[in-house]
Structure formats: C-alpha cells, structure tokens
C-alpha cells in the first residue's frame, strides 16, 4: 500500500469521516466543514476529491451526492507517519537540523520556520 502525507485540510475530513466508521455523502462533510471550520463548499470538494485521488476514500456517485467510504484506516495512516518520524530520528535529521541551526545566526525568518515545522509535525499526530 502506497501512502502519501495528508495536508492539514485532507486530515480534518478524514478525522471527521474515520469518526463517522460509515459510509457518509459529500453533504454531511460539506455541512461540517462549513459549520466547524468555515470551509466553502467548493474547497471541501476539491478536497475531497484530492482524497479520493489519494486512495483515501473509494466514492460511489449516485444521482443526488456522492458517498464516500473509508479506504485507508486511520490506524494505518498513523503507522506511516510513525515510521516517517522513526526514520528521521534514525538518520539524525532532527539532531543534524539543531545543530546547523547552532553554527550559523538565526535570523527571524529562520525561527519562525522551525516553529512553523514543529507546529505542522504536532498537528499531524493530533
């Protein structure tokens, strides 16, 4: 099984539809992302579809919406970015990363782009 990391937006519907465990349409994603993260409708589907691409989700279309059915578990999704974090650990990325960061001067835009760094690995194991 091939996976690729999800963006931010893709892993909001996708928690949202693990949470379901059920075959959900696009209206039920639609109505919350719009309710909880004030998404337009077009984006959700644009998303949605980047998903399905992905192999995330399988979709059966029908006249009036489309459903949208688990593909990749979430445990699954879990399991690869752990082994991506692992093998970054493994070839002291993160150890090499602070360390160039000591020799040379950091500048602003240099301390805003690691804590933009921590703040995406944090919010991808939520």
């Known amino acids: 099984m091939y996976l690729k990391k999800l963006s931010k937006l893709e892993l909001v519907i996708m928690k949202f539809i693990w949470n379901l465990d059920i075959k959900t349409n696009s209206y039920e994603i639609i ?13 959700a589907l644009k998303t949605l579809s980047k998903l399905s691409k992905k192999r995330f989700l399988y979709v059966q279309e029908t006249d009036k919406c ?3 059915t688990v593909a990749i578990k ?9 082994r991506n974090v692992q ?6 990325f993160i150890r090499n990363l602070l360390v160039s960061f000591h020799e040379e001067e950091l500048t602003e835009e240099k301390i805003k782009s690691l804590e933009n760094w921590v703040v995406n690995w944090e919010e991808a194991y939520i």
């Open 31 to 43: 109505d919350y992302m719009k309710e909880e993260h004030n998404l337009p409708e077009k984006v």
């Open 74 to 82: 979430e445990r699954a999704y879990l399991e690869f970015i752990s």
């Open 66 to 68: 489309m459903y949208y």
């Open 87 to 92: 093998n970054l650990l493994k070839n002291n």
